[in-house]
């Protein structure tokens, strides 16, 4: 089985050079001074226990990487970034690939569907940095990450067995499960806090605006009629496998999109995060105004290259409550 990691920052680089170590066939898709990183030293994995230079081939696009059928392609850019991108890998590939989408959000697998036939789900808890180029951390050992996974839009094949024994003999605790969009519907509650740990900074997940943001986020899938897995079944399925410990003394700074702010890269995933509370919200008529006020904070600062944390939490909310 070889994987084609289309998008090798935080969560692709840690997944291709765990799959890569545990002897995978593995090709990387990145761009910038990332690719040419990649290309001119290898892909250097931080962890906790060590750091390894690994010499994972690189590409620019998926046509360099050549995926034929039978491959495995791994999207792993941001949900801002799925569209053009399966635009391009529908232009290279033959329709026999499979598409695994190692993404935040609940819209990437629609998007891949309307272009190839097996796609997958994958619910992402890996905690993962990508600051420098050429370099990834991998904050949790010795579980990396917890990779469930199934087909879109439910059941479970050959395939995703295959890809869950991979993923599981590569330091990851992966399951095949037939109803992945549940636990990815509740990872998307979760997910809702990243856009105030970038507005607010690392300290602001916790409080009454992150209570807020989850409590309009379960009315609005309640309303919806959306099977969520429970916050009870998330917490058994955690246990403690996921343990988060220093690399080279330091700790883990912030997530996805507070990476995206402290990397100045100009956008931001909170369309597809908190503006999928705010879209399905409209859609039911259930209010979402903590949703559309954080959505359209991150997306003004990423705009204006602002750093993570540019805002205090009281300033948020004195924003909410005078709207």
Known sequence: MRFVIYGAGAVGGVVGGRLFAAAHDVTLVARGDHLRALQRDGLTVASPEATVTLPVPAVAT????????????????????????????????????????????????????????????????????????????????????????????????????????????????????????????????????????????????AGPLAERLADEGEAVLAAAGIDVASADEDTARRGDLLRMRPIDGRRRQGGSSWQSLARGVGTIESDYLNGEIVLLGRVHGVPTPANDLLQRLARRLAAEGRPPGALTADEVLAQLDAA
């Open 62 to 205: 998926p046509a360099e990487a050549e995926p034929t059928d039978g491959d495995v392609v791994v999207l792993a850019m941001k949900s801002h970034h799925t569209a053009p991108a399966v635009a391009e890998l529908a232009l290279a590939a033959p329709a026999g690939i499979r598409v695994v989408c190692a993404q935040n959000g609940v819209d990437n697998e629609r998007v891949a569907l309307r272009s190839f036939a097996d796609v997958y789900a994958m619910s992402v808890m890996l905690p993962a940095t990508h600051l420098e180029p050429g370099v990834v951390e991998a904050q949790s050992s010795p579980v990396t990450g917890l990779l469930d996974l199934g087909r879109y839009p439910a059941g479970v094949d050959d395939t995703a067995v295959a890809l869950a024994a991979a993923l599981s003999g590569a330091t990851f605790s992966s399951q095949a499960r037939p109803d992945i969009m549940r636990w990815k519907y509740r990872k998307l509650v979760l997910n809702l806090g990243n856009a105030i740990e970038a507005v607010t900074g690392e300290r602001g997940r």
